[in-house]
């Protein structure tokens, strides 16, 4: 029997997003979670970072099933890529599963053969040598679970996302007790959020926003409209009671949160009064002060429809001086510039916009440290690892855990790929596997590497410049002048002259250099990057290409 249990983060370690966990005993593993990455703004072109699945490709029939936590996009948004390559069973919530099959009705056919098993939250189940509790904590959606995992060397618990909300909208709350309970017959490894880790405080509850919308609601003379994301459910039930309550119809524009909305008022997640909801359409023909609309686009997503209103490109919606625009939602890092720009523009249009801090208009979906230590100190584990989030918040919520007497030794800091080693005395990294990003271009899967991406950012910064270089078959002397094509990287007025000189630098590298093609090749990038690096101070793609011409037969 193995003396050790392996945990073995494929994402989320560094950065916010492509959650996915293994644990590993003997030739069994279990999956939590298999979550993407929306792409940073330097990863031009890509769709989504997904984990890579390499460490698995041979172990396939290891896999006992696969559990998530809930039902964000970081924690499922892998499933279709994944269960493409290995086959196994997925336990969650109702919820959550019915969401997860859309996701696959999507991207592997209405039929799939995919088992989706619904667990209520606080059951257990066991899976090949591991027994799984369930424990009911909350976050910014419903059924959001921590996980405690019995395995032949210990009980291990991972928190998923969580902050501790007393009173999420539409009832329920964590399950201290029960949490506190598990805990109590001795836990040999915490994984534990750490999204939150710079906040001091307690995350306030969801239920705390009810008074600026209320008041936002009330007051408005036109359209409200507000901008959240598709998933989080307990804003949109929040939105629902204050609209109903001042007679305002809620409509839904953008497709994912149409489709999110539907589903959870199908199962009995979203409780929407009677009359309360209307169809887009009808919505934009009755009058405005009877009016709220959820939309998309609350991180400047340049195709949701925030975006697409505020620079007056959408479809069916027009802004109006007499609209309310609330964000509801605090751009993610990164997205800072794109979301005030877009707010600049809103405010160009005349209409009223509220977002925070102006407005007690979002919370956050993940703890703050009181939560963090309230956590650690009801789990009281052996090991303490933090996950989920970037280097600075596992650092931090490092620093909370030594803070509270867990000995250094005891915490453990692990980047993706890292393979621990698990007993009852002991926890080291004993090897690595591949835990860097897999990149989903259009519909390729890993086919753009950072070789492509590299290419892509200077393409986009500083342009592309051919060197066109004819050359004799048979003498390998110049057939004709060599001849330059830009693009982005020179101004129209200025082309002329640029190209006439750009091309007598070519000529003058092509003549000095020997007459094969490497030589030619980078004498031409050498002498063109120095020539446009001088006069426009950019460093555009050079692509040389070489044409033989066949004059044999003339
Ligand atoms: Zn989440
Ligand atoms: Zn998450």
Same mark, same amino acid.
């Given at each position: 029997?193995?003396?050790?249990?392996?945990?073995?983060?494929?994402?989320?370690?560094?950065?916010?997003?492509?959650?996915? &966990?293994?644990?590993?005993?003997?030739?069994?593993?279990?999956?939590?979670? &298999?979550?993407?990455?929306?792409?940073?703004?330097?990863?031009?072109?890509?769709?989504?970072?997904?984990?890579?699945?390499?460490?698995?490709?041979?172990?396939?029939?290891?896999?006992?099933?696969?559990?998530?936590?809930?039902?964000?996009?970081?924690?499922?948004?892998?499933?279709?890529?994944?269960?493409?390559?290995?086959?196994?069973?997925?336990?969650?919530?109702?919820?959550?599963?019915?969401?997860?099959?859309?996701?696959?009705?999507?991207?592997?056919?209405?039929?799939?053969?995919?088992?989706?098993?619904?667990?209520?939250?606080?059951?257990?189940?066991?899976?090949?040598?591991?027994?799984?509790?369930?424990?009911?904590?909350?976050?910014?959606?419903?059924?959001?679970?921590?996980?405690?995992?019995?395995?032949?060397?210990?009980?291990?618990?991972?928190?998923?996302?969580?902050?501790?909300?007393?009173?999420?909208?539409?009832?329920?709350?964590?399950?201290? #007790?029960?949490?506190?309970?598990?805990?109590?017959?001795?836990?040999?490894?915490?994984?534990?959020?750490?999204?939150?880790?710079?906040?001091?405080?307690?995350?306030?509850?969801?239920?705390?926003?009810?008074?600026?919308?209320?008041?936002?609601?009330?007051?408005?003379?036109?359209?409200?409209?507000?901008?959240?994301?598709?998933? *989080?459910?307990?804003?949109?039930?929040?939105?629902?009671?204050?609209?109903?309550?001042?007679?305002?119809?809620?409509?839904?524009?953008?497709?994912?949160?149409?489709?999110?909305?539907?589903?959870?008022?199908?199962?009995?997640?979203?409780?929407?009064?009677?009359?309360?909801?209307?169809?887009?359409?009808?919505?934009?023909?009755?009058?405005?002060? *009877?009016?709220?609309?959820?939309?998309?686009?609350?991180?400047?997503?340049?195709?949701?429809?925030?975006?697409?209103?505020?620079?007056?490109?959408?479809?069916?919606?027009?802004? #109006?001086?007499?609209?309310?625009?609330?964000?509801?939602?605090?751009?993610?890092?990164?997205?800072?510039?794109?979301?005030?720009?877009?707010?600049?523009?809103?405010?160009?249009?005349?209409?009223?916009?509220?977002?925070?801090?102006?407005?007690?208009?979002?919370?956050?979906?993940?703890?703050?440290?009181?939560?963090?230590?309230?956590?650690?100190?009801?789990?009281?584990?052996?090991?303490?690892?933090?996950?989920?989030?970037?280097?600075?918040?596992?650092?931090?919520?490092?620093?909370?855990?030594? #803070?509270?007497?867990?000995?250094?030794?005891?915490?453990?800091?692990?980047?993706?790929?890292?393979?621990?080693?698990?007993?009852?005395?002991?926890?080291?990294?004993?090897?690595?596997?591949?835990?860097?990003?897999?990149?989903?271009?259009?519909?390729?899967?890993?086919?753009?590497?950072?070789?492509?991406?590299?290419?892509?950012?200077?393409?986009?910064?500083?342009?592309?410049?051919? &060197?066109?270089?004819?050359?004799?078959?048979?003498?390998?002397?110049?057939?004709? &002048?060599? *001849?330059?094509?830009?693009?982005?990287?020179?101004?129209?007025?200025?082309?002329?002259?640029?190209?006439?000189?750009?091309?007598?630098?070519?000529?003058?590298?092509? *003549?000095?250099?020997?007459?094969?093609?490497?030589?030619?090749?980078?004498?031409?990038?050498?002498?063109? #990057?120095?020539?446009?690096?001088?006069?426009?101070?950019?460093?555009?793609?050079?692509?040389?290409?070489?044409?033989?011409?066949?004059?044999?037969?003339?």
């Amino acid at each position: 029997m193995p003396q050790y249990l392996r945990f073995i983060p494929l994402g989320g370690l560094g950065d916010i997003g492509r959650n996915m &966990a293994l644990f590993e005993y003997g030739h069994n593993i279990l999956i939590v979670d &298999a979550g993407v990455m929306f792409p940073e703004n330097d990863m031009l072109g890509i769709d989504l970072v997904i984990p890579n699945f390499e460490y698995l490709r041979d172990k396939k029939d290891w896999v006992r099933g696969i559990v998530i936590s809930h039902g964000h996009e970081d924690h499922t948004g892998a499933l279709p890529f994944l269960l493409q390559e290995i086959e196994a069973p997925i336990y969650s919530t109702r919820l959550v599963n019915a969401l997860i099959d859309h996701k696959l009705k999507e991207k592997l056919g209405r039929r799939h053969k995919v088992a989706l098993h619904d667990v209520t939250p606080g059951e257990d189940f066991r899976l090949g040598p591991f027994h799984i509790h369930t424990v009911p904590l909350t976050h910014s959606i419903p059924d959001s679970m921590a996980l405690a995992i019995d395995t032949p060397v210990g009980r291990v618990i991972h928190s998923g996302d969580f902050k501790i909300d007393y009173t999420p909208p539409g009832g329920g709350g964590p399950n201290l #007790s029960r949490l506190a309970a598990l805990a109590a017959e001795g836990v040999l490894a915490l994984f534990a959020d750490s999204t939150g880790a710079e906040r001091t405080g307690f995350t306030p509850s969801e239920k705390t926003l009810e008074p600026a919308f209320d008041q936002i609601m009330r007051a408005a003379p036109g359209r409200v409209i507000i901008a959240s994301f598709a998933s *989080q459910l307990y804003r949109l039930q929040l939105i629902i009671d204050i609209a109903h309550r001042y007679g305002r119809k809620v409509a839904i524009a953008g497709r994912s949160m149409e489709q999110n909305f539907e589903t959870a008022r199908r199962l009995g997640y979203l409780h929407v009064p009677k009359g309360a909801y209307v169809r887009l359409p009808t919505a934009l023909k009755m009058p405005p002060e *009877q009016v709220t609309l959820l939309i998309t686009g609350s991180q400047g997503q340049p195709e949701a429809a925030l975006a697409r209103m505020a620079a007056n490109r959408h479809r069916e919606i027009a802004l #109006s001086p007499q609209d309310t625009v609330i964000i509801s939602a605090s751009p993610i890092p990164g997205n800072e510039e794109v979301v005030g720009r877009m707010i600049n523009q809103l405010v160009d249009r005349g209409v009223e916009v509220i977002y925070p801090p102006i407005a007690h208009v979002h919370v956050s979906g993940h703890a703050s440290q009181e939560e963090m230590k309230l956590l650690l100190s009801l789990v009281h584990p052996r090991f303490f690892v933090p996950v989920h989030g970037e280097p600075r918040h596992l650092h931090l919520h490092a620093r909370l855990a030594e #803070s509270m007497g867990i000995p250094r030794e005891r915490i453990i800091r692990l980047r993706d790929g890292d393979v621990l080693e698990l007993g009852p005395e002991r926890a080291a990294v004993v090897e690595h596997v591949p835990g860097d990003y897999v990149f989903v271009d259009g519909s390729g899967v890993g086919d753009v590497g950072p070789q492509v991406l590299r290419e892509r950012d200077v393409l986009a910064r500083d342009g592309f410049v051919a &060197a066109i270089i004819p050359l004799r078959k048979d003498t390998r002397e110049l057939a004709s &002048a060599p *001849q330059v094509i830009t693009r982005g990287v020179i101004y129209k007025d200025q082309s002329d002259a640029t190209l006439t000189e750009a091309e007598a630098v070519l000529l003058d590298a092509v *003549q000095r250099s020997k007459k094969n093609r490497n030589a030619l090749k980078s004498a031409a990038i050498d002498a063109l #990057s120095r020539y446009f690096y001088k006069n426009t101070r950019r460093n555009p793609l050079i692509e040389p290409v070489i044409v033989e011409i066949d004059t044999s037969g003339q």
